[in-house]
């Protein structure tokens, strides 16, 4: 006698069942069976981690005496976690050293004696700029941050030669989350 149609299926399907077991037995006996199920993940504009670009980098132009010089550029984080420019080298050949520094307004300082007469005038407030070394500098997921005359930059300390214009000089910029960046600034006179 001939199987009925409906009795092919559930053959066939138990066919395919039998032929799985053994499939699923192979591997170590020490390792966990598990099962896995895959999503997709939800579609989104920006990447996850920090995605950081250099724009306009630039170096100023420096006298043939001067032992200091300036680094200047855009940075920008178009991910979704924050970063900060940690560090910063140069090759010896630039520099003996490179630090991140800003230019702020100098604190006001007394210079009054401790019995309350001073040498000066007291508190002194000229609207001096000072410039001092910071210990990184924050670029927010989703922003910029300008590191220009008058503010953030990098000072290249002790320098090699004077920064003449049109050279190039390779800086190494340091990120707390997107790593270690090589950018090329032209050294020029002013902001491109």
Not at 56 to 62: I, N, Q, V
């Amino acid at each position: 006698m001939s199987p009925t149609p409906l009795r092919r299926p559930i053959r066939l399907l138990a066919a395919v069942a039998l032929a799985a077991v053994p499939l699923a037995a192979c591997g170590d006996d020490d390792e966990a069976t598990t099962t896995t199920t895959t999503t997709e993940a939800p579609v989104t504009s920006e990447p996850a981690g920090p995605a950081i670009t250099l724009d306009g980098a630039w170096a100023r132009t420096s006298p043939a005496m001067a032992t200091a010089g300036a680094v200047y550029v855009e940075i920008t984080n178009a991910g979704g976690v924050d970063d900060a420019l940690v560090g910063v080298s140069v090759d010896p050949s630039v520099a003996a050293r490179a630090e991140l520094h800003e230019t702020t307004a100098a604190e006001p300082t007394d210079d009054t004696d401790d019995d309350g007469i001073g040498e000066g005038s007291g508190t002194t407030m000229g609207g001096m700029m000072e410039m001092r070394p910071v210990d990184e500098i924050p670029v927010p997921a989703g922003g910029s941050v300008s590191l220009e005359p008058g503010g953030y930059h990098i000072m290249l300390l002790a320098l090699a030669a004077p920064l003449e214009m049109g050279a190039t000089i390779e800086v190494t910029l340091s990120f707390a989350e997107a790593g270690d960046l090589v950018l090329e600034a032209e050294v020029r006179d002013s902001a491109p």
